[in-house]
Nanobody, 126 residues
Framework: QVQMVESGGGLVQPGGSLRLSCAVS????????MGWYRQTKVNQREWVAA???????NYADSVRGRFTISRDYTKNMMYLQMDSLKPEDTAVYYC????????????????????WGQGTQVPVSS
């Protein structure tokens, strides 16, 4: 089974930036749909960013304009650049492969289809 290993988390002040990394044990190809999720102690895991065929990206409204998802096929890596971080971004962040659905002219992730890694913690606090 393909495994994901997330890294790059750490304590950051509000307004700061972090770059998360996701190392995939298998091979990433352009047709793969992948996404970043996050989970807090009280909330269910939610998606925050996803990347689809042709590098089409979509973002949850809560992070749109602040987060940027990308991937490097040569390294089997995916990234999440997080800027202008807010305390409400505090969570454990995970990456995974996803299924997709076309909704209102844009792809959205539907289900995560790989195993979950350990995640990487991102506390945003002053």
């Amino acid at each position: 089974q393909v495994q994901m290993v997330e890294s790059g988390g750490g304590l950051v002040q509000p307004g700061g930036s972090l770059r998360l990394s996701c190392a995939v044990s298998g091979t990433i190809v352009e047709n793969d749909s992948m996404g970043w999720y996050r989970q807090t102690k009280v909330n269910q895991r939610e998606w925050v960013a996803a990347l689809f065929t042709g590098n089409n990206a979509n973002y949850a409204d809560s992070v749109r304009g602040r987060f940027t998802i990308s991937r490097d096929y040569t390294k089997n890596m995916m990234y999440l650049q997080m800027d202008s971080l807010k305390p409400e971004d505090t969570a454990v962040y995970y990456c995974n492969f996803v299924t997709k659905q076309l909704k209102a002219g844009a792809f959205i992730p539907v289900d995560a289809i790989g195993g979950w890694g350990q995640g990487t913690q991102v506390p945003v606090s002053s």
